[in-house]
């Protein structure tokens, strides 16, 4: 399990290398909403998302023998990216298993970063089994994109920051909207606020089309969702919950909400119209489930987690010009 | 003249309805420069640009008479809709004369914001004759977009926030990098910066086309440029610097530095690819001086001023595609 000291001891190991993010208000976005909204500008990280949190604080607590035999990781993008920076960092040489449709930029960025990509077919190949296989012959380790302790506590951080500076800012959050894929940026960000502020609701934010964390928070057990549906949101597809992400959220979690394609197309123009952040559709989930007022936000203070901005230069002008 | 108390008593004014934007890093952008790059945000102020600091600051010290009669500005961009939505915030009737040609959106967004739009062509009038003489028939006031010292003392109020942003980074800034048009948010920058860190080098940074304040820094008297002359940067486009303004620059400011619209063109895709923040061309000057090693910034630590974010979609789409 994952408590708030390991949070703790993760932010430490972090400091060094991420950005803490800035948690930005919008007075047009305070007032479509009837009250206060605090977007925590994860797009900023380093890398265009939170995963080189959770990537960075496993890898950097490998043992020498690990290290050396390099690790394996599978992710259709930003996770593969951030395990590939972090890999650089400390030295530890990264193979990234990505499906061959992931967004061009999240491929070429990953390599970039000094990650080894194999490409596989997303609808006929499982990037587990793949990821997995590779890494009995190789005898090496699996870096997970959630499922693991250590990345749980490295996302968690991003938890602390919000309520650090909900502080500095004089508010206390009612409630916290986090972009929901396997748990673990949210399962890090439930312990880390429950644990100093049990008051505030938790809402995973999905896709309607893969809405298995809040399916599984009304059957208490971890429902399965249809994978070959489509979503504008590359990031945010997993089959079912993680097994140590769904234990700590189906403990700390609120209602989940869901978001369609174009509720997210809609808070990624916001976002560019009246924000100036570039968002990518995963990322975006959060605030278009503010914009969309599927959570109910008047005269309360709400946290909308941006989870991610890599999002192809093509894919956001056909989006902003009203092409897609 | 503006000294520093005026900025400070313009911040008193300010705080409850401007945004206290980000100072923001980049460990991308802190490898390029060889040295540590912060960005103030201002495009992620409230509308979009600093210009409703001046404009606020301004119009909130009219006298009851003055603000009955309501007030005159003349600008066809951001300091239109910042005098707007200042006049609408503070009850006081707003008219903005604009070139018929403008872009629609930012008339419409004037409208939208409150202002009153009279419109006309701009190759048979002038606009700062037309606002006159609307003056001085209703007796009312006409706000400058930037050679006054209360919009001096407004627009200073980011130079406050970047001081003590540095000081809650703990880092001490070298230079200041600062998107420079008619001299007002420069000026007003320089004098809270340099009135607590003497030390600090401010260097304003204008379209190549439009170098007027490089020019008259160099003679020490107000240059004039030919303003038939195209840039990318429309919001950089005026002939000379302001009275007012050039009597604050030519004592504080280091030298001018020059961008061409490619160098801009480079880092409003830098920003989105990289930042993950949309800045319109204006705005980006002072990262395109940073990005094509414009001055030495080399184990220094700058901070560039992001002036605004306001771009039109379609525009913003076809740099990002290579299509402008």
Do not use: W
Not at 286 to 294: Q, R, Y
């Amino acid at each position: 399990m994952v408590n708030l000291n390991d949070i703790k001891a993760a932010a430490v190991r972090l400091k060094p290398i991420i950005v803490r993010t800035p948690l930005i208000s919008s007075p047009a976005l305070n007032e479509i909403a009837g009250g206060t909204v605090l977007l925590k500008a994860e797009n900023l990280q380093r890398i265009g998302s939170f995963k080189i949190r959770g990537a960075y604080n496993l890898l950097s607590q490998l043992t020498p023998e690990q290290a050396k035999r390099g690790v394996i990781a599978f992710s259709s993008g930003n996770h593969a990216q951030a395990v590939a920076a972090a890999g650089t960092m400390l030295g530890i040489e990264t193979t990234i298993v990505m499906p061959e449709d992931a967004p061009r930029i999240k491929i070429e960025n990953t390599r970039t970063l000094g990650g080894i990509t194999v490409l596989y077919d997303r609808y006929t190949g499982d990037r587990e089994t793949i990821a997995r296989e590779m890494a009995a012959e190789r005898g090496c380790e699996v870096v997970p994109s959630y499922d693991h302790e250590h990345i749980i506590a490295g996302q968690g951080t991003t938890g602390l920051e919000i309520v650090d500076q909900c502080a500095e800012a004089g508010v206390v959050p009612d409630q916290v909207l986090i972009n929901c894929s396997g748990g673990g940026l949210t399962a890090g960000c439930a312990v880390a606020i429950k644990g100093q502020l049990p008051g505030v609701t938790i809402h995973p934010v999905e896709p309607e089309q893969y809405d298995d964390t809040r399916r599984s928070l009304i059957s208490g057990k971890r429902e399965h969702v249809d994978v070959s549906a489509k979503s504008i949101c590359d990031a945010l597809q997993v089959a079912t919950p993680g097994k140590i992400t769904f234990s700590i959220n189906k403990e700390l979690l609120g209602d989940g909400l869901v978001v369609s394609d174009d509720e997210v197309r809609d808070a990624i123009r916001f976002a560019f119209a009246q924000l100036k952040l570039v968002v990518e559709p995963g990322g975006a989930a959060s605030l278009a489930a503010v914009l969309a007022g599927k959570v109910d936000t008047r005269d309360k203070v709400t946290v909308a987690v941006l989870s991610g901005g890599n999002i192809d230069a093509e894919m956001f002008a056909a989006i902003q010009t009203g092409q897609d």
